[in-house]
């Protein structure tokens, strides 16, 4: 009896084993693509800015800042890490004959911005840059220059931002 159960013991073990050597495993890959395109975000607060010389005497203060402060440039940039993105400002003209766009710089603190700048209708001036991709947020504050020979009246002119991810 005692043969009977180790040759039953035995055939199990055989069947088991070899139910295990005649399993089947498959296997396949799986590519994962990912596409990372170039992006730029671009923000101003506030949008609209205004000088009055109403308090400002040319002779005494050569500049007069905007009503406003300082313009928050909110820029956000995806772009290769070998290349520069740039934030640029265009003016679409002057104010008028007798006030010259360029009347109106800008100075600036924040990290990659220019230090200064003014104002041009002919070609962009550079605002900021870095080099990747990040954060290029900071602010600008506006000055005009002032003069007694600006004749009275509202002016307006449009300046255009760019914010450039290559």
């Known amino acids: 009896m005692k043969t009977w159960k180790i040759m039953l013991m035995g055939l199990v073990l055989v069947l088991l084993a070899a139910g295990f050597a005649y399993g089947d495993t498959a296997t396949s890959t799986l590519t994962i693509n990912a596409k990372i395109n170039a992006k730029a975000k671009l923000s101003l607060s506030p949008a609209t800015i205004h000088f009055d010389d109403a308090s400002y005497d040319p002779d005494t203060n050569p500049t007069m800042p905007a009503t406003e402060g300082s313009v928050v440039i909110t820029a956000k940039v995806k772009t290769g890490s070998a290349s520069n993105a740039t934030l640029t400002c265009l003016a679409s003209g002057d104010f008028n004959a007798a006030i010259p766009v360029s009347a109106v710089t800008w100075t600036s603190g924040s990290t990659n911005y220019a230090p200064t700048g003014t104002m041009d209708k002919t070609t962009a001036q550079n605002v900021a840059s870095r080099s990747g991709s990040g ?3 900071g602010s600008i504050t506006p000055l005009m220059a002032t003069s007694w020979d600006y004749p009275t ?14």
Do not use: Q, R
């Not at 009246?153 to 290559?166: F, N």
């Open 135 to 137: 954060d290029l947020s």
């Open 153 to 166: 009246g509202d002016y307006s002119v449009t300046v255009t931002y760019t914010l450039i991810a290559p």
